[in-house]
């Protein structure tokens, strides 16, 4: 499928949200690991992608662990996403080289405007949602001390586009890198 959310950017997400809703304060990975039901190993090399995106840094030392680079209304999901997922450059296809005849141009889709439709929406999403609007939701959505968490359980409020909102313009690739 052309919009794929892997296991690390969705727990980059979750970091970046837990990170926003703490106050600038240090988290280590351990903490976080056990908020997450994650392992260490893993959290740790998505918190160093992190680092390197620059979205977060790593505080070294007793005490030491991570914390927010920036502050949580000027980072979007986009940009959270785009450290962990590379997009295709065609927002119609599912496929990195298109089957339909066509190319993967929506009039040869055999899903139509669909997944055209979806990863606009989608992008859409991750560009105006910024990580100051989840961030109150994440005390809610991890409960105290994880107790209440569940993977994938995110309540967050998705934005209504109708297809008559859509242009063909939409439909083209982001310059940035793909849609989303």
Do not use: W
């Not at 990170?19 to 392992?39: F, G, H, K, W, Y």
């Not at 977060?56 to 980072?75: H, Q, T, W």
């Amino acid at each position: 499928m052309y919009i794929k959310i892997s296991e690390g950017c969705s727990l980059a997400m979750h970091v970046m949200a837990y990170l926003a809703s703490e106050d600038n304060r240090i988290a280590s990975v351990r903490e976080m690991a056990e908020l997450l039901r994650a392992s260490q190993n893993h959290l740790h090399k998505v918190c160093q992608q992190l680092v390197n995106a620059g979205l977060i840094r790593s505080l070294r030392g007793p005490g030491g662990g991570f914390m927010l680079n920036c502050p949580p209304a000027e980072v979007s999901l986009r940009e959270i996403y785009r450290a962990f997922e590379r997009s295709g450059d065609n927002p119609t296809c599912m496929f990195a080289h298109p089957v339909c005849a066509g190319g993967g141009y929506v009039e040869q889709c055999i899903f139509g405007k669909a997944m055209a439709n979806i990863n606009v929406r989608i992008g859409y999403y991750l560009d105006h949602t910024m990580l100051a609007d989840i961030s109150a939701s994440c005390d809610e959505n991890l409960g105290v001390q994880g107790q209440n968490y569940r993977p994938g359980e995110a309540r967050l409020e998705i934005i209504s586009i109708h297809d008559e909102d859509i242009s063909d313009d939409d439909l083209e690739p982001d310059p940035q890198g793909g849609t989303p």
